[in-house]
Each structure stands twice: as structure tokens, then as C-alpha cells.
């Protein structure tokens, strides 16, 4: 059998279930090429949305859960979240309970912002009804994103199966270079401060070796 037709049997058999993993942790990327494949027919555009939605959503609600029953011992043993704690503090106190809804669309703070709300004192049922609608947003978007794009791909070739693995390996390119910059903007935007930390250090270290 064609390898193309064993890729495309195994993405119909276990694809749902594994755009289910991807979009319980992060998943913006396998949900976009989970939606240019609904675009290829390998899968369905509504089953995509909707299994994306509930990925998104339970792994919310998890990580709100694991905050609220584990949120101080969290904060003791992972020195990142409670450098994160600050930050989302931070933007809680500016947006309020709207944070909920915008957390999985914030880079860096997808999974912790949850763990975080679930320590403050945010209603669980607020977060629940917020948590349903964001999660909805977010898997039609990113769905269609995906599904566009080979939309668009088809506008300029007229057989878009036939050159299905370049345009995959176009849309990871794409994604990883998205990533790779919000990778360097965070560096950059942190970078400053690092070199005030050093500043301070060097000069307590002249200090200190002054008789």
C-alpha cells in the first residue's frame, strides 16, 4: 500500500486523539495542521473544532483544578511559577476575571495562568463558563486558520494533494518561525533587565572589595 494512503488511514483512525493531547497541553501547531488537513479531507473540520474545544477546555479546567488543591505547594517546588505568579498578579489586577478568557492566547502563560487563577480567589464557576467560550474561540481559530491556508494554497495549484508534504512542511516552517520569534521578543524584552541585575551585582562587588 502507498505510504500516503497508510498516512492518511492512520491520521482518520488516531488524529482526533492526538489533536485531543496536543490541545490538552498548548496546541496552537497541531491545530493548525489539524485544520489544513480537514481542508485535505483526512479529517473533519467540525470534529476538529470540536475536539480541539474540548482538549482546550479540560486541560484549563485541570490545570485550575491543580492550582486550586496544590496551588501553594506548586509555588514552593517550581521557582518558574512563582516568578510567573508576579506577572499574572500583574495582569489580573488590570484585566480581572477577563485574564481567564485571554489566558490561553498569551504566550509563555498558557498552562501556568490557569494554575495561577486556581489560586486566587476566582469563583470556579466563573472560570467555567468563561474557560467554555474561550475555548471555543480559540479552536475555531486556530482551525481556521489551518483550513484557510489550504484555501488559499488551492487558489494557486490546482491539484493541492500532490504537493500536500511541501505545503506541511511550509506551514511547520511557518509556525516555527512564529514561535522562534516570540521566543526572541521575550528574550529581548527580558534582556534589559538582566543587564541592570548585572550592573547591580558588579557594583556590589566593588563595593565589597573596596578596604
Request: net charge positive; no cysteine.
Amino acid at each position: 500500500m502507498h505510504f500516503q494512503q497508510l498516512l492518511r488511514e492512520y491520521i482518520e483512525i488516531h488524529g482526533y486523539w492526538v489533536l485531543f493531547a496536543g490541545t490538552f497541553l498548548e496546541g496552537e501547531a497541531v491545530l493548525i495542521m489539524a485544520g489544513f488537513l480537514a481542508f485535505e479531507g483526512h479529517l473533519n473540520l467540525g470534529g476538529v473544532i470540536l475536539t480541539a474545544w474540548a482538549g482546550s477546555f479540560l486541560g484549563d479546567q485541570f490545570f485550575f483544578s491543580l492550582g486550586r488543591l496544590k496551588g501553594n505547594s506548586l509555588l514552593r517546588r517550581f521557582h518558574f511559577i512563582a516568578r510567573r505568579f508576579r506577572e499574572a498578579l500583574r495582569l489580573i489586577e488590570k484585566y480581572g476575571a477577563f485574564v481567564a478568557f485571554i489566558s490561553r492566547f498569551t504566550y509563555g502563560l498558557r498552562i501556568v495562568l490557569p494554575v495561577i487563577l486556581g489560586i486566587t480567589g476566582l469563583p470556579s464557576r466563573t472560570f467555567l463558563a468563561i474557560n467554555l467560550g474561550s475555548a471555543l474561540v480559540w479552536a475555531g481559530i486556530f482551525s481556521l486558520a489551518g483550513y484557510l491556508f489550504g484555501k488559499s494554497a488551492s487558489l494557486f495549484l490546482e491539484d493541492v494533494g500532490k504537493y500536500e508534504h511541501y505545503l506541511l512542511g511550509a506551514l511547520a516552517g511557518l509556525i516555527m518561525t512564529i514561535w522562534l520569534f516570540h521566543i526572541y521578543h521575550a528574550w529581548k524584552a527580558k534582556n534589559p533587565a538582566r543587564t541592570r541585575l548585572a550592573r547591580m551585582r558588579a557594583l556590589r562587588a566593588t563595593h565589597t572589595e573596596k578596604p
